[in-house]
């Protein structure tokens, strides 16, 4: 494996399952120090401890937590050069507006949206001090795309995600910070398996607008952030990076 994030010190919320805990395992296979940071400490540690990081348990959607995080990676490591803001939620109580109540609309954005406004003003300090650094918050490639499967607090949330890290990368470019926006297309999780084995109807009325037919696997994602976090990207920031199997580029796929 390259080494391109040697001697580099990286977060990951979220670390402890799916894209968080395949991009931890790559961030640690190319050299990098990884904080594990999740709600649940038996995932959270069990990732922690299989790269050889830290794992310190946070809710992300509360502001004390999320800067001790931060100030807790900086004090154990010196200083922090990569922050991907990872952690998201999609609950089954978040659907179509007319059935979605305000107490669903307003935790999915706390979990997916305000957790990466806090990330990013606890983590942007600390790259000001160290005079650069890479942030990736993870939106989604329905922050692009519209879908009839509503889940509309999701798709907002994920719509200000990718619109706030654009306005942070523009701002903080000539301080050597890159901010960009990770959009996956649909990746194969053990849920989205369960989902799609027991409704092949579901699974299929999906797969049809993919290009490549299939998928995206949690380290194919994870590939696209550690080329994110690493100089390999030194010349993108505010950007929209979408990893979706070509879905956002097509009209017509191939049968
Ligand atoms: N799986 C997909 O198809 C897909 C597609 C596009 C975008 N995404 C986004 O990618 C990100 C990761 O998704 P995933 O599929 O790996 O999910 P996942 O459920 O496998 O992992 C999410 C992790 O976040 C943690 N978490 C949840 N709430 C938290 C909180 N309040 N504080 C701290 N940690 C918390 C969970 O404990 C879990 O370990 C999310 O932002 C999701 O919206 C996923």
């Given at each position: 494996?390259?080494?391109?994030?040697?001697?580099?010190?990286?977060?990951?919320?979220?670390?402890?399952?799916?894209?968080?805990?395949?991009?931890?395992?790559?961030?640690?296979?190319?050299?990098?120090?990884?904080?594990?940071?999740?709600?649940?400490?038996?995932?959270?540690?069990?990732?922690?401890?299989?790269?050889?990081?830290?794992?310190?348990?946070?809710?992300?959607?509360?502001?004390?937590?999320?800067?001790?995080?931060?100030?807790?990676?900086?004090?154990?490591?010196?200083?922090?050069?990569?922050?991907?803001?990872?952690?998201?939620?999609?609950?089954?109580?978040?659907?179509?507006?007319?059935?979605?109540?305000?107490?669903?609309?307003?935790?999915?954005?706390?979990?997916?949206?305000?957790?990466?406004?806090?990330?990013c003003?606890?983590?942007?300090?600390?790259?000001?001090?160290?005079?650069?650094?890479?942030?990736?918050?993870?939106?989604?490639?329905?922050?692009?795309?519209?879908?009839?499967?509503?889940?509309?607090?999701?798709?907002?949330?994920?719509?200000?995600?990718?619109?706030?890290s654009?306005e942070l990368g523009?701002q903080f470019?000539?301080?050597?910070?890159?901010v960009?926006?990770?959009?996956?297309?649909?990746?194969?999780?053990?849920?989205?398996?369960?989902?799609?084995?027991?409704?092949?109807?579901?699974?299929?009325?999906?797969?049809?607008?993919?290009?490549?037919?299939?998928?995206?696997?949690?380290?194919?994602?994870?590939?696209?952030?550690?080329?994110?976090?690493?100089?390999?990207?030194?010349?993108?920031?505010?950007?929209?990076?979408?990893?979706?199997?070509?879905?956002?580029?097509?009209?017509?796929?191939?049968?």
């Amino acid at each position: 494996m390259v080494q391109r994030l040697e001697g580099r010190v990286a977060v990951v919320t979220g670390g402890g399952s799916g894209i968080g805990l395949a991009t931890a395992r790559r961030f640690a296979s190319e050299g990098a120090k990884v904080v594990v940071a999740d709600l649940d400490p038996a995932t959270g540690k069990a990732a922690a401890d299989e790269v050889g990081g830290l794992f310190v348990q946070v809710d992300v959607t509360d502001e004390e937590q999320v800067k001790a995080l931060f100030q807790t990676t900086v004090d154990t490591y010196g200083k922090l050069d990569v922050a991907f803001n990872n952690a998201g939620i999609s609950p089954p109580d978040d659907d179509s507006i007319l059935t979605t109540g305000i107490e669903a609309w307003e935790r999915v954005q706390k979990v997916n949206l305000t957790s990466a406004y806090l990330c990013c003003k606890y983590a942007l300090p600390h790259m000001q001090a160290n005079g650069k650094g890479s942030i990736i918050n993870t939106a989604s490639f329905v922050a692009t795309m519209g879908a009839a499967t509503s889940q509309i607090s999701y798709t907002a949330s994920k719509g200000g995600v990718l619109a706030m890290s654009r306005e942070l990368g523009v701002q903080f470019a000539r301080e050597g910070i890159r901010v960009n926006a990770l959009s996956p297309g649909p990746v194969n999780t053990p849920l989205l398996r369960e989902l799609f084995a027991k409704d092949p109807e579901r699974a299929a009325r999906r797969l049809v607008h993919v290009p490549l037919g299939r998928f995206a696997e949690p380290e194919e994602i994870a590939a696209a952030v550690a080329f994110l976090a690493s100089d390999d990207s030194s010349f993108m920031t505010a950007s929209n990076f979408l990893v979706d199997g070509g879905i956002a580029g097509a009209y017509v796929t191939p049968l």
